[in-house]
């Protein structure tokens, strides 16, 4: 028989175990559960949807991907799903923890569309250049020029912030592709910034462990404060 005595019992344990500041959702299904004494559904791996810094998930060492799994169908399925969602997000790299698998791989993709929505003078001095869509299954990264070229950056599981991020000019990368071939790939500038920052993914770190703290902003900050300035005119 529930008793509230537990439940408070529960809640205290929880947030101690958790250390957490607050009741977190995990809390709080947790007590739904003792006091129900059902289960919240929640979403299994991999999500249709990039999940949000927070997912414990995204703070993992992703696992390497044993060879031989890469030819299954499943896992072909998976690289398509992941692809998926990179496109629905209207994204240009999407790594496999951030839609909840633990897994070393990640996608980049830049399309011409994409490098032409961006200034040609922002486009030279970025180095954005197109990218066809590239698999990167067990990838090893080295740094050709340590040199740090400092750029807004963004990231579909810290939605709606931006902060400057200094990332080395040059990296070259060798890792399998979608059949397991193995493949060595260079890149600079932008393309060189996209990769790290989804090798950082698989290590467990997202770009708020890089940036500058004090250029962490969200990204419609000075359009709301235009609305707000509206509506008190009117
Ligand atoms: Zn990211």
Redesign the pocket.
């Known amino acids: 028989m529930f008793k509230y005595s537990n439940l408070f019992h529960g809640c205290v344990k929880i947030i101690q175990k958790s250390n957490a500041r607050f009741i977190s959702f995990r809390s709080i299904k947790k007590l739904y559960s003792i006091y129900f004494d059902k289960t919240i559904e929640t979403a299994k791996s991999p999500y249709d949807f990039i999940c949000q810094v927070g997912n414990p998930i995204l703070r993992q060492e992703a696992s390497p991907i044993d060879i031989k799994e890469i030819q299954t169908v499943e896992f072909q399925k998976t690289l398509d799903h992941l692809y998926k969602i990179l496109k629905i997000s209207d ?1 240009v ?3 496999a923890p ?1 839609i909840g698998l633990s897994w070393q791989v990640f996608a980049i993709e830049v399309t011409e569309e994409t490098v032409e929505d961006v200034y040609p003078s922002i486009r030279s001095y970025c180095q954005i250049k197109p990218q066809p869509l590239t698999y990167f299954i067990n990838p090893e990264m080295e740094i050709i020029n340590s040199e740090e070229l400092i750029f807004h950056e ?5 939605e709606h912030f931006r902060a400057e991020v200094p990332r080395p000019k040059e990296i070259q990368i060798k890792a399998l592709d979608r059949f397991g071939k193995p493949f060595c790939w260079k890149a600079e500038g932008w393309l060189a910034r996209i990769a790290h ?2 090798m ?2 698989l290590k467990g770190l ?2 708020t462990d890089r940036m500058f703290p004090l250029t962490f902003e969200y990204n419609k900050w000075d359009e709301e404060n235009y609305i707000d300035k509206e509506k008190n005119i009117n």
């Open positions: 994204t790299g999407l790594a951030q963004t990231c579909g599981s810290i920052h989804e950082d993914h997202l770009y």
